[in-house]
């Protein structure tokens, strides 16, 4: 009997509590606040959204917001769930490259018709390319530009008496060539080579071919028609062959490069293993400024040239939801969040460039320390190449690009059994897309 | 032949000394990186002790985000699931074992199917079901999803175990005199609490380490589990703040392990039993 009383018991309690929690729940909600889904990750990025917010809340009391963590390794996962069940953030961080996806896929609400025309004109036509649609539909308002930036030791190129680039002498590719090749060398004569010309993070390399594509005069997707096919030209091919010969013909280019991340290569720049690390996110510099032992010198190169130096950008944004109910106060909210003074705010958090003129032209970000000047000033060599607008490319980057690049940095193919795969593959994902009539 | 089986015990030992290091090594970098400072952890040479110990990673996790909530959270969750996948599983899978039915094998079946779909799969459909009861955003809803995503397996072992005892023992009991009731409390019970030890330390480590439906269906800051919390560490490209992450990482995992301490024995025994006799 008594142990029947202590089931009974047992099952009471578990139920009162299922029902506590629901109705605790239910009380909170009365007043939905604004959800905003911040991608921030970095301490100081963290804390200026938070105060951002905060400054909101105390100025709007009646349409309160409230600050939601999200995380880059999963806020596609999350977000993609979030359209199909309703159940949507007010507004969300993400960036261009996906937004443009989702928009095509009728997940976002058209922002143009909330944009100021304060806005409109202070942000950059670059950055508002990468979020446009050809019918003017906006997907997202563009905040940071994520672009491509060389790092090198000031030390080690002092040492062999090499004079970095500047804006008005940059560097070629076969400028960068020469100099990886001077700086490889076996510094303690053990016969292992124990520092590199350059680094580069190639794990996940489809954004930085890409995005250094158009330097070389290539872009990888050409539109036939209403749709996008993928060709490798001899464009395309010799940047991938001047990375294949750093690695495997010279050998001055770090052969972890093959299986790091820019991030992760930043302990070896550190400690001189690499004199150069290139093509790295404009943010590296902010794990530099951070971690770097107290001697370290070091700067930022202007972008290397090809045919051009024109380098493919994409921007971080912020978006709402179609089956948000309140898109009107998400914007106004967004008008707040990215005023240019905190716009500013933002970028410098988050070590990227300001998508919004007037900020360009703020002192911290023509501040040589930092690599600030060099970073902002090129943003006269960004572009927006065509796959931004491609049904299906964030699928083709995952599923095409990235591994067969793997390979080929890793050795197992050659610059043309790349080229073929990729166009092969390529038409296999894309043409899925096709199918579907995903037109941009 | 003495020598040859000294020898080879100690070639034995040795192995599983290399494998154990093999497999504490990650936690052991981990741990070790929670106490250097930044700069060292992105040091051109890294070390595995550290060479200075700091402790400002813990300062910063402790004071900069939720940490102990979201430990709280998943301990609540964690805990509740686990009673409630027991207090089914136990008497379903002596139901099944006991009172034999033509649907026992098609139940089992299903239990197997269960578990083949991946999470991604189911849950778009569980947060719409969710949501017309109103337990998205929930702790409640969490929970639930646990007790449903553990049980099966739960079910299986102990299916496994109770079937490995022997029914003589319950009828010696009853020619005894002893009640239903008495022959589940005093000759059941004690023979299925290692199973039942197992079966709970299994549960709760699932909860406790459960990241997409948590990410998904908890929407308001202040109920976000630990493993979400955790995630917020890392960021794009491979980037993470490692410090921070490395001494969140050991907070999180202390109750798993003092969990594991005092458990261990029931857990490789009721889980042999149930694998081997099942």
């Not at chain 1, 003074?341 to 070590?351: E, H, Q, S, V």
């Amino acid at each position: 009997m008594m142990k029947r009383n202590i089931f009974i018991i047992s099952f009471l309690l578990i139920g009162s509590a299922l029902i506590y929690f629901t109705l605790r729940k239910n009380d909170d909600h009365k007043n939905p606040p604004l959800r905003f889904v911040s991608l921030a990750w970095q301490e100081g990025a963290i804390a200026t959204n938070r105060s951002i917010v905060n400054e909101w809340n105390a100025t709007h009391p009646n349409m309160q917001v409230e600050y939601i963590q999200g995380t880059w390794n999963s806020a596609h996962d999350y977000l993609v769930t979030t359209f199909e069940t309703g159940d949507v953030p007010d507004i969300f961080h993400y960036e261009s490259s996906v937004i443009i996806d989702y928009a095509m896929r009728g997940y976002l609400t058209d922002l143009s018709p909330y944009i100021s025309p304060e806005m409109k004109s202070d942000i950059l036509d670059v950055a508002w390319a990468t979020v446009t649609r050809p019918n003017g539909e906006v997907g997202g308002i563009p905040f940071l530009i994520e672009s491509l930036v060389v790092l090198y030791n000031k030390s080690l190129l002092e040492k062999e008496g090499i004079v970095p680039p500047t804006r008005e002498h940059p560097w070629t590719w076969d400028d960068l060539q020469a100099t990886a090749r001077k700086m490889t060398k076996d510094t303690n004569g053990d016969g292992v080579i124990d520092q590199y010309g350059v680094g580069f993070g190639l794990r996940n390399s489809a954004n930085i071919i890409m995005n250094t594509s158009i330097s070389f005069g290539g872009s990888f997707f050409k539109k036939e028609g209403n749709y996008y096919v993928v060709k490798v030209n001899n464009e395309e091919k010799k940047l991938l062959q001047t990375i294949v010969d750093m690695l495997y013909k010279d050998k001055s280019a770090s052969p972890a490069s093959i299986g790091e991340t820019g991030a992760g290569m930043i302990p070896g720049f550190f400690s001189g293993r690499y004199a150069m690390l290139v093509s790295i996110g404009s943010w590296g510099r902010q794990q530099i400024v951070e971690n770097a032992p107290k001697e370290f010198r070091w700067g930022v190169m202007p972008p290397i040239k090809a045919q051009t130096q024109m380098y493919g950008a994409s921007t971080q944004t912020l978006s709402v939801p179609k089956k948000s109910k309140r898109a009107k106060e998400a914007m106004m909210f967004i008008d707040f969040m990215l005023s240019s003074k905190n716009t500013a705010r933002l970028a410098l958090n988050d070590w990227m460039i300001p998508a919004r003129k007037s900020c360009l032209s703020m002192p911290e970000f023509q501040d040589t320390l930092g690599g600030w000047d060099i970073t902002c000033s090129a943003v006269s060599t960004l572009d927006v190449g065509p796959w931004l607008g491609a049904p299906g490319y964030v699928e083709w980057k995952s599923r095409v690009a990235n591994p067969v690049l793997q390979e080929l940095f890793a050795g197992r193919l050659s610059v043309d059994e790349a080229a073929y795969r990729i166009e092969h593959e390529s038409n296999i994902v894309l043409s899925r897309y096709k199918k579907h009539g995903e037109v941009w | 032949m003495k020598k040859t089986i000294s020898f080879s015990k100690i070639a034995i030992h040795g192995l599983i000394i290399v494998y154990i290091i093999f497999l504490l090594f990650p936690l052991l970098w981990v741990v070790a990186s929670s106490f250097k400072p930044t700069q060292e952890i992105y040091s051109g040479s890294p070390t595995i002790f550290p060479q200075q110990i700091s402790f400002d990673h813990y300062l910063s996790v402790i004071n900069g985000q939720q940490i102990f909530r979201s430990m709280w959270n998943s301990f609540v969750v964690g805990v509740v699931s686990t009673l409630i996948v027991v207090l089914i599983a136990v008497p379903s899978a002596y139901a099944m074992v006991r009172y034999q039915s033509k649907v026992n094998n098609a139940i089992l079946g299903w239990i197997l199917v269960s578990q083949i779909f991946p999470v991604i799969l189911v849950m778009i459909p569980l947060y719409v079901l969710l949501r017309y009861i109103g337990l998205t955003d929930s702790l409640t809803g969490l929970t639930l999803i646990y007790v449903v995503w553990s049980l099966p397996f739960v079910l299986w072992i102990m299916h496994g175990y109770v079937k490995s005892i022997p029914m003589e023992l319950e009828e010696a009991a009853v020619l005894d005199g002893a009640t239903r009731t008495q022959v589940i409390f005093k000759v059941l019970m004690p023979l299925l609490l290692p199973a039942i030890g197992a079966s709970a330390l299994f549960a709760f480590i699932s909860a406790w380490n459960e990241f997409f439906f948590a990410l998904v269906l908890m929407k308001s800051p202040a109920l976000a589990t630990l493993q979400v919390e955790l995630a917020r560490y890392t960021g794009m490209e491979g980037q993470a703040r490692t410090g921070p992450l490395a001494a969140a990482s050991v907070i999180a995992t202390l109750p798993s392990i003092v969990l594991f301490i005092f458990m261990r024995k029931w857990l490789t025994k009721g889980l042999v039993s149930g694998a081997l006799k099942g």
